[in-house]
């Protein structure tokens, strides 16, 4: 009998708590309901506008997933925080404590997110692309891979190279890929006293005869320097990126083969010894 009686009497203070903040519970309960709806539904509009923005830039699709997935997921924490404390939740201590744990994890990975960064910066801004040619952090290769973290590269000897990107994205590096056109340069050698005007007439029929040289701009032949032991020709063309290293090897060749028909000699260092006798 005093067990019903302690239900009973549980009951009225429930009835009586419910009936005098009932109606202010509810209105917060339907309050907090309304924004998460309402939230939810702004943070997929915002997240498809953002979607269409990097895809309209061109942004590399790995990165746009990532940043899409890290965005939601913020702005998802902060309404759910938002919605929590329109019911009354203390959340200043929880927000403290993971304001602190993130912290220490973040100086516990600080060279982590340093490389994090970098591919981020590296994906947005592009200063190179899978399939170009760089020379970067002491390294020359071909782009293989561009990861968050890491930049794989493969050397003109198949070797496989692993660059952190925090390093990559904040020093110096060359784009060989870049532009759609590189110039050549060759310093070929004549002997002294042989006929400077028949060399650089021999290597202007060499340039005009390939067809890979460019005509705009023109080859650009001079007398460069007077060595010690050669008089050094200049001589500069433009071509293709993807044939820069065949016209430079094959112009080497045919002036080798070519300079003795033309009655020119191939230099190479010499030192003359005179004595005289006392």
Not at 95 to 121: D, W
Not at 179 to 192: K, L, M, N, Q
Request: net charge negative.
């Amino acid at each position: 009998m005093e067990n019903l009686n302690d239900l009973t009497g549980q009951a009225d203070q429930f009835m009586a708590w419910l009936t005098e903040n009932g109606i202010a519970w509810g209105l917060k309960l339907l309050s907090a309901v309304v924004v998460l709806i309402i939230g939810l539904w702004i943070i997929r509009a915002v997240m498809n506008r953002v979607g269409k923005m990097m895809k309209k830039n061109d942004t590399d699709p790995s990165l746009r997933s990532f940043l899409r997935s890290m965005l939601s997921i913020t702005l998802k924490i902060l309404l759910f925080i938002s919605v929590l404390m329109m019911l009354g939740i203390e959340m200043t201590s929880f927000i403290a404590i993971l304001g602190a744990a993130g912290l220490a994890v973040g100086l516990a990975l600080s060279g982590t997110l340093q490389n994090f960064a970098g591919g981020v910066m590296i994906l947005l801004f592009k200063p190179f692309k899978v399939g170009d040619l760089i020379d970067a952090q002491g390294y020359l290769g071909v782009v293989k891979e561009i990861q968050i973290f890491i930049t794989v590269l493969t050397t003109p000897d198949n070797k496989t190279i692993i660059i952190p990107n925090g390093g990559l994205s904040t020093g110096s590096l060359t784009n060989y890929s870049s532009e759609p056109t590189r110039r050549v340069d060759w310093s070929f050698g004549i002997a002294y006293g042989d006929d400077y005007d028949k060399a650089k007439a021999m290597i202007l029929d060499m340039l005009k005869n390939d067809k890979r040289i460019l005509s705009d701009p023109e080859p650009f032949v001079a007398l460069g320097e007077m060595a010690d032991s050669s008089v050094n020709i200049t001589t500069r063309a433009w071509v293709k990126g993807a044939d820069y290293w065949g016209v430079f090897f094959d112009m080497n060749e045919q002036f080798y083969k070519n300079a003795d028909k033309h009655g020119l000699s191939i230099p190479f260092p010499q030192m003359d010894v005179h004595l005289d006798k006392a």
